[in-house]
C-alpha cells in the first residue's frame, strides 16, 4: 500500500512542507488570536504528526501569541501557516495544495465567533460576468499548488 503524500507552502514558494501519513483533526478556531493570525473570521488549521513533516524549502519563522501558542508564517510574503503548541502542530488548511477533503469536522471557541459569521453564505452572490472576466486576466505571482522543481527564490515576478 502506498502512503499518502501531501504538499504545501506559502504564496511565494519560500515555505514548503511535505507530509507523509494520515492527517489528525480538522478544526475551525473562532477565538481572538486566530482571527487576526489570518485577518479573517476564524483560523482553519489540520492536525500534523510533527515528525511526519518535512519543510522541503525554508522553514517558517514564529511569532509566540500567546505563552504556549507559537504560529508560524512565511517571513518573506506573510502567508499564515502553522499554530504550535508544545505537544502539537497544526497546519493551516489552506496552505495545503489540495484541500478538497480536508473540511472542517469541529468548531474550536465557538463561543467567540463573530456572531454574523452564520449567515455570511445566505449572502447574495456576486455574479457580474464582466468582473470574472477581469478576473481570468491576472497575472498570478503566487507559488502553483504543486511541487516544483525550481522556483525563484523571491516569488515569480515579471
Not at 75 to 103: H, K, V, W
Not at 137 to 148: M, R, V
Request: with cysteine; charged share 25%.
Amino acid at each position: 500500500m502506498t502512503e499518502k503524500v501531501r504538499t504545501g507552502g506559502c504564496q511565494c514558494g519560500a515555505v514548503r512542507f511535505r507530509i507523509r501519513g494520515a492527517l489528525g483533526r480538522t478544526s475551525i478556531c473562532h477565538c481572538r488570536m486566530c482571527q487576526k493570525q489570518f485577518g479573517s473570521f476564524f483560523g482553519a488549521f489540520v492536525a500534523v504528526p510533527a515528525d511526519s513533516v518535512e519543510w522541503v524549502r525554508e522553514e517558517p519563522s514564529y511569532f509566540q501569541s500567546s505563552v504556549n501558542i507559537a504560529r508560524g508564517f512565511c517571513q518573506r510574503c506573510g502567508t499564515p501557516m502553522t499554530y504550535r503548541q508544545p505537544d502539537a502542530l497544526e497546519i493551516s488548511i489552506g496552505a495545503f495544495d489540495d484541500r478538497s477533503d480536508l473540511a472542517p469536522t469541529i468548531q474550536i471557541n465557538h463561543g467567540f465567533r463573530l456572531p454574523w459569521v452564520e449567515t455570511i453564505f445566505d449572502q447574495p452572490v456576486h455574479d457580474n460576468p464582466d468582473y470574472y472576466k477581469r478576473q481570468e486576466q491576472i497575472i498570478s505571482f503566487q507559488h502553483p499548488d504543486e511541487e516544483t522543481a525550481n522556483w525563484p527564490e523571491h516569488g515569480l515576478k515579471l
